[in-house]
């Protein structure tokens, strides 16, 4: 994971790496970035993932991804102008 980031920060421009947490291109619309934005919360929510009773790792998976892609969404949403 560490390698991957460092790989990440090393190739990818800060922007580009927003979209890619989302699974979108910069290049999608708003309307498409928002459909990326909240399929990836529902993959991940936390409270889904411990309704389903997986295990304690899962779950701080699950709420670390979820708040990786918060910070991706709200990046996006500056970046261009979202509301």
């Known amino acids: 994971q ?3 980031k460092q790989l990440i920060s090393q190739y ?3 922007s580009d790496s ?3 947490v989302l699974g979108c291109q910069p290049s999608d619309s708003d309307e498409q970035v928002k459909r990326c934005y909240r399929q990836r919360v529902q993959e991940y929510h ?3 993932i ?3 009773g997986l295990p ?3 779950t701080r998976f699950a709420q670390d991804k979820f708040r990786e892609i918060q910070d991706a ?3 996006i ?6 509301k």
Do not use: L
Request: aromatic share 14%.
């Open 2 to 4: 560490q390698r991957y």
């Open 12 to 14: 990818a421009r800060p």
């Open 18 to 20: 927003a979209y890619a």
């Open 46 to 48: 936390p409270d889904k």
């Open 50 to 52: 411990a309704a389903k």
């Open 56 to 58: 304690e790792e899962f």
């Open 73 to 75: 969404w709200e990046k």
């Open 77 to 82: 949403k500056t970046d261009r102008g979202i």
